[in-house]
């Protein structure tokens, strides 16, 4: 079922007015439900939204979980524990549930009440990974509900999109690889952006970094960082700094400049540089997080290659049990 | 003018009926205010409530901004820059304000409709530092507005807290200190909680071991420890986690058998042991972050004697220009 087709049905299915949309996922899922959730909370009028990691959700959901609200879940294997079971309360509440998932045969469709089965593995077709899609239901849903006046622009932008993250991840190539011979010995990485780009900001510091890697990363909001986390900032500590586009890049310019002085092992990436700008400036920051994604994952493809650790290894995750 | 007063007056001065509560902050205020959005979120059928970084609030208001709003604004100081910005926002977006400070003369109080100013240094007074006053004030215009069940049970909260954080207070120190004695030399820590308490997991990271001691800590959430940041773990890495009381105890029970288990540099806080379940369970969750603030601050200061490091040494803030 196309993303337009599940929206509707959602609202024409829906036996009361639609009210709160929560994001609920855990780990590099709920990552990329961060920016739908910061759209709503920014752009709707009417609906109130929420982005939960499925455990909280489950042992302390929302009083006001009921008919009026809509879940949507995810789970890239489709049978994470903690999701299947706040999609079991959703229902249970009257919520209507959407299950986005990569395994056609997941647990987590038992729960939905409506699936979408993503594929995987076209690093260059990012309008239909998980992250575009699950904002593009949430646009759409609100577009039905309460109208949304860039509509139009937010989907000239998923038109767009492929194209620059192409583009941009062929430009960093070099780069990627330059970090990674620079950067392969080190330990600690403080990871940095604004705006809707946070997520994938906590998403590559605790997924690619932290799971992938091995190695420590503290996520940090630009518009934070002058607020206890910058007095770390010394000539051997790595930053990875995002310059968004959009109406919180001047909190990341201020990091910048900041950086440029007191610190020495930066890696900035400028969304404008790569291209982002594009699509117009009313949507823009909302695409920030999908194109950093795709491009941080050639970065840690590169640290992957030097350090001669794959991506996919681990110690614990479906080793041992917990 | 006492807190339920002001909660008075915002309801019966309020032109629209209050549909929105938003707390906004930077760094260490920001931490004190999780704890009463988090409250909001989970309690509250009608009001939608918003926990914002302040700079990201002045660059990216939420549309819904208005007259029905109520902005609360923390500044210790009073006068941080994005804070008091926040505020003209509010104010021209037509929403009541409040502001919480220390300073009497604060620049903050300019743009606030009603004023707090909190007493400070009192350690064994928690009820009334800005973390528990923002809740109650939140309390207070959710019992107003839409009538909260356990209120009565909070109001009791509130008066045991102090006790329960004395008698914490003092348990601790020999703890703390045979802590800082062990981990003195780390330059990295893994700060671990769950539900209302992760305002002070991510505060005691930003805060007290980045800003007060310039040391890297890395804040996770225990609900999404095992999907990610868990791979981290070994004999030599430093963590700290806070079993929380509450609904959400369970899941940092689930950290805790896993570091028991593949890790050996475990520092344990426990909220019931220390106390907290005197309160009455419906809203002891609550006052977690109270207790967890007051007794970590035994920890921090028991670290920056081990390290001769004072917690008020800074080399950045209030010394160079950013």
């Known amino acids: 079922m196309k993303i337009e087709t599940i929206a509707q049905n959602i609202v024409d299915n829906s036996e009361k007015k639609l009210k ?7 780990g590099g899922s709920l990552v990329d439900m961060y920016v739908a959730n910061y759209l709503l909370e920014h752009e709707s009028l009417t609906l ?11 042992k302390f959901p929302p009083k006001r979980l009921g008919k009026q609200s809509l879940v949507i879940l995810c789970s890239h294997s489709g049978n994470t524990l903690e999701t299947i079971n706040a999609g079991k ?39 239909n990974n998980p992250m575009a899609l699950i904002m593009t239901l949430a646009v759409e849903v609100f577009e039905r509900i309460e109208g949304y006046n860039n509509y139009s622009n937010f989907k000239e932008g998923l038109e767009r999109i492929d194209t620059i993250v192409a583009h941009a991840e062929d430009l960093v190539q070099q780069r990627a690889k330059a970090f ?78 900041f950086l440029d002085r007191y610190a020495q092992k930066i890696e900035v990436i400028d969304a404008k540089e790569l291209g982002l700008d594009l699509i117009n400036e009313s949507v823009a920051e909302y695409f920030n997080p999908v194109l950093f994604y795709s491009v941080l994952s050639q970065y840690r493809k590169a640290l992957a290659n030097v350090r001669q650790h794959p991506l996919d290894v681990r110690r614990y995750m479906g080793k041992v049990k917990y």
């Open 20 to 26: 709160e949309i929560y994001f609920v996922a855990c």
């Open 48 to 58: 109130t939204s929420g982005w939960f990691t499925s455990n909280e959700f489950v």
């Open 89 to 127: 309360i959703a229902k249970k509440a009257g919520a209507q549930t959407v299950g986005f998932t990569f395994n056609e045969k997941a647990d987590l469709l038992e729960t939905a009440d409506y699936s979408y089965i993503y594929d995987w593995g076209n690093e260059r077709e990012v309008s």
């Open 180 to 257: 990674a011979n620079a950067r392969a010995g080190e330990k600690i990485f403080n990871i940095i952006g604004s705006g809707a780009t946070f997520g994938q900001i906590y998403g590559f510091a605790i997924c690619s970094l932290m799971e992938m890697q091995w190695l420590n990363a503290v996520p940090i909001n630009s518009a934070e960082f002058f607020h206890g986390p910058f007095e770390v900032t010394d000539k051997e500590l790595p930053f990875i700094l995002t310059l968004s586009i959009g109406r919180t890049r001047s909190l990341d310019e201020r990091v910048k400049k």
